[in-house]
Antibody, heavy 115, light 110 residues
């Protein structure tokens, strides 16, 4: 059973770069497509982007090119970088694996943007 | 891209059936059989309940079922139980190969 675990700084300063890691266990990262999704406190879900097994990426256009997804197959990890963050980027960030059109989710990692 | 439209809340008594709708456009819900549904309890990660409109992952109760007609997808929960009380979200693939979510529906079991 594939399990996902997010990790990264819980606090990021405004205008800096948010960096998160998702560690995959119980399966090969090369076998699936991977996503990042976020949820501000008390609000709904927002898809950030996907990285395919081919390495191709696709992003939510609302993020205006601030997001970058990448994979390290040797470590069975994938990553999110979000540049020029503001308070509006404060959220729980989830990594998730594709299950056809659905997602299997990690536990989530709270990131707060504040000075 | 606009969020899919879900009712803010629905409610039902134990044993009853309820249906949650998820309305999009021909560029997302109506254009593909790639609608999924998630259950989220407070302070927990979402759980996949239905994928590809009507498929249940292993381990999900057959009380949960999904369907679609035109630009509207639906999640039906039959034999409502107290543990079903949660927030429910739909999602859909879009014509630009992105994913959009609904705003969420709060299910209250009376």
């Amino acid at each position: 059973q594939v399990q996902l675990q997010e990790s990264g700084p819980g606090l990021v300063r405004p205008s800096e770069t948010l960096s998160l890691t998702c560690t995959v266990s119980g399966g090969s990262i090369s076998s699936y497509n991977w996503n990042w999704i976020r949820q501000p406190a008390g609000k709904g879900l927002e898809w950030i982007g996907r990285i395919y097994t081919s390495g191709r990426t696709n992003y939510n256009p609302s993020l205006k090119s601030r997001a970058t997804l990448s994979v390290d197959t040797s470590r069975n990890q994938f990553f999110l970088r979000l540049t020029s963050v503001t308070a509006a980027d404060t959220a729980v960030y989830y990594c998730a694996r594709d299950r056809s059109s659905g997602f299997y989710w990690g536990q989530g990692s709270l990131v707060t943007v504040s000075s | 891209q606009s969020a899919l439209t879900q009712p803010a809340s629905v409610s039902g008594s134990p044993g009853q059936s309820i249906t949650i709708s998820c309305t999009g456009t021909s560029s997302d819900v109506g254009g593909y059989n790639f609608v999924s549904w998630y259950q989220q309890h407070p302070d927990k990660a979402p759980k996949l309940m239905i994928y590809d409109v009507s498929n249940r992952p292993s381990g999900v109760s057959n009380r949960f079922s999904g369907s679609k007609s035109g630009n509207t997808a639906s999640l039906t929960i039959s034999g409502l139980q107290a543990e079903d009380e949660a927030e429910y979200y739909c999602s859909s693939h879009t014509r630009t190969s992105t994913v959009i979510f609904g705003g969420g529906t709060r299910l209250t079991v009376l």
